[in-house]
């Protein structure tokens, strides 16, 4: 197991009675599952549990899987269960194909909490922590819809179908597109995390409607190759959106590739997550469901309220 570095903790170590997580004198075991490795986004939230888990005299080591991709990251979480750690802070990256391991993992005793994604059936999970992700996808509407208040047609590049994050991102998109009669929604293409995907996709939709004036990108890996993909067509005039704001994202913004950033709050993600997996160990009631919030982020808010909603990137 791989422990998490690189974040800056100030909490961390506060092994003394009455630290934030519950005040257990237990040194509870933690490991923590991403959707995939050397995400920023899953880097900023590791750094959230690494803080929390500290600060309640804890250890928390990390299994990422190497693609966003159910069938590496089941083998990862069925490791963990026979490793029988207290708890589990697991984000699934397939609402359907992840529910067998994860229910098998409570089944071992280990407190389940889903962070970010979520399943169809989260029974086996203490608590789901994630963001507002439908809203977060009508946000995205609205700053195309602002910088185009004629209209046009808009496009959402997401990952797969199946993940519940960027599912609810792009319904949200998609049911305040179709509210705007000015606007034409093209639908959902999916580029499977890839970005060179996403580049090749937006690139070829370019060519079959070159008056497209919006695309949202719904997560990192897509905005990364939409920015791409609007670049190589030298497409002027088109407001993209991307989900998510690592240190590249924020550049762009900069450099007016991308026009708005929905920043999600990663390492409340995280630190919500643990504290949910602790008050279940220590046998107190859990939240079922925690909604976290995002910040949209624009060149006009960048030095403030919107810089503070960035991403670290290790
Ligand atoms: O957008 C995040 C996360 O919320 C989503 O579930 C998967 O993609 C990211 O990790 C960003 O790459």
């Known amino acids: 197991a791989l422990t998490l570095s690189g974040c800056s903790s100030p909490a961390a170590n506060d092994s003394g009675d009455g630290g934030d997580g519950g005040g257990g004198d237990e040194a509870y075991e933690f490991v923590f599952v991403p959707g995939v ?14 803080d929390a888990v500290e600060a309640a005299g804890g250890t928390v080591s990390e299994q990422a899987p190497e693609k966003f991709d159910p069938t590496l990251q089941k083998p990862l979480v069925d490791s963990v269960t026979s ?3 207290d708890a589990l802070l697991v984000a699934p990256t397939d609402v359907k194909a992840m529910e067998a391991p994860i229910k098998a993992a409570e089944a071992a005793g280990i407190k389940v909490v889903l962070v970010d994604t979520t399943l169809e059936d989260p029974s086996a999970a203490v608590s789901q922590v994630s963001s507002d992700n439908v809203g977060g996808g009508e946000a995205a509407f609205s700053a195309i819809e602002e910088a185009h208040p004629d209209g046009g047609k808009v496009l959402v590049i997401s990952v797969d179908p199946g993940i519940s994050t960027t599912d609810q991102r792009a319904e949200g998109f998609q049911q305040a597109a ?10 959902v293409q999916y580029s499977h995390n890839e970005p060179a995907e996403a580049a090749r996709l937006v690139t070829a939709a370019l060519q079959k409607d070159p008056d497209i004036v919006g695309i949202f990108a719904a997560n990192l890996f897509a905005a990364e190759g939409t920015a791409t993909g609007v670049k190589q067509a030298g497409a002027e005039d088109i407001t993209i959106v991307g989900f998510d704001a690592g240190p590249a994202q924020v550049k762009q913004l900069e450099d007016g590739v991308v026009q708005a950033l929905v920043a999600q709050e990663p390492r409340k993600i995280g630190e919500e997550g643990v504290a949910q997996a602790l008050a279940a160990l220590n046998g107190e009631e859990t939240e079922e469901k925690i909604q976290t919030g995002f910040t949209v982020i624009t060149q006009d808010n960048l030095d403030g309220e919107g810089g503070d909603a960035a991403y670290v990137s290790s």
């Open 83 to 85: 490793s029988k750690p």
């Open 178 to 187: 179709e509210a705007n009669d000015k606007f034409e929604y093209l639908g």
């Open 37 to 50: 490795a050397g995400d920023e986004f899953y880097i900023s939230m590791g750094c959230g549990i690494q």
